[in-house]
């Protein structure tokens, strides 16, 4: 009887510690917030709770948009592409990834004229990690342009994957996602450099 008494005093005093250090942990997050320790975007977990928040949320909000016509007449109309974005940082390898991680068929990194267009866009915004528990706020279209804040919950057990808990729509308005693919970055820096070379060399030549 002793033993039996002792052996759940010694679980609740384990389980009451595991719960004082679970709260006590601060969150990792990426891209920092300023005060939480930093989250390598490319570490497990952070590229598959990525991929898991756009998933998520491009199969809940996706039935907001009308849908795109075919490209051969008699064809059906599809929905929107996952056309997705993610904060800068993120190396073009874990891009790719992530756009595997979502198992949505039709996403698609996004690119500088998706912006220009005005395509509609899917956008993480920021990773938050604690324990057991993580948080992805992710960007979504809406109808008329409008872009609005979601968070998707996820909890894991001890050793396992992270599972969808929770998704939360805050109707908070979001300024619209820019390109932040490296690959774009860098075209665009070059293309900005090669017309500031042609206009140096335009006035050199005139003077």
Same mark, same amino acid.
């Given at each position: 009887?002793?033993?039996?008494?002792?052996?759940?005093?010694?679980?609740?005093?384990?389980?009451?510690?595991?719960? @004082?250090?679970?709260?006590?942990?601060? !969150?990792?997050?990426?891209?920092?917030? $300023?005060?939480?320790?930093?989250?390598?975007?490319?570490?497990?977990?952070?590229?598959?709770?990525? $991929?898991? $928040?756009?998933?998520?949320? !491009?199969?809940?909000?996706?039935?907001?948009?009308?849908?795109?016509?075919?490209?051969?007449?008699?064809?059906?109309?599809?929905?929107?592409? %996952?056309?997705?974005?993610?904060? +800068?940082?993120? @190396?073009?390898?874990?891009?790719?990834?992530?756009?595997?991680?979502?198992?949505?068929?039709?996403?698609?990194?996004?690119?500088?004229?998706?912006?220009?267009?005005?395509?509609?866009?899917?956008?993480?915004?920021?990773?938050?990690?604690?324990?057991?528990?993580?948080?992805?706020?992710?960007?979504?279209?809406?109808?008329?342009?409008?872009?609005?804040?979601?968070?998707?919950?996820?909890?894991?057990?001890?050793?396992?994957?992270?599972? %969808?808990?929770?998704?939360?729509?805050?109707?908070?308005?979001?300024?619209?996602?820019?390109?932040?693919?490296? +690959?774009?970055? +860098?075209?665009?820096?070059?293309?900005?450099?090669?017309?500031?070379?042609?206009?140096?060399?335009?006035?050199?030549?005139?003077?």
């Amino acid at each position: 009887m002793n033993h039996t008494i002792r052996r759940f005093f010694r679980s609740a005093l384990l389980l009451a510690i595991g719960l @004082s250090s679970a709260a006590c942990t601060p !969150y990792a997050t990426f891209p920092s917030d $300023g005060g939480a320790k930093l989250l390598g975007p490319g570490v497990y977990p952070a590229p598959q709770l990525m $991929g898991k $928040g756009l998933k998520v949320t !491009y199969e809940k909000t996706v039935g907001d948009l009308p849908l795109v016509p075919a490209a051969v007449e008699g064809d059906a109309a599809t929905p929107p592409a %996952l056309v997705y974005d993610l904060p +800068a940082g993120v @190396s073009a390898g874990n891009w790719t990834q992530i756009g595997n991680q979502t198992e949505i068929s039709s996403a698609r990194e996004v690119t500088r004229a998706d912006v220009a267009n005005g395509t509609p866009i899917w956008a993480v915004k920021q990773i938050r990690i604690r324990s057991n528990r993580a948080e992805v706020d992710v960007i979504y279209p809406g109808s008329g342009g409008l872009y609005q804040l979601a968070t998707a919950i996820f909890r894991s057990e001890p050793f396992g994957a992270f599972k %969808l808990q929770s998704f939360q729509r805050w109707l908070i308005p979001e300024d619209a996602p820019v390109c932040n693919h490296p +690959a774009e970055i +860098a075209d665009a820096k070059a293309e900005e450099k090669a017309a500031a070379d042609a206009e140096a060399a335009e006035n050199a030549a005139a003077e």
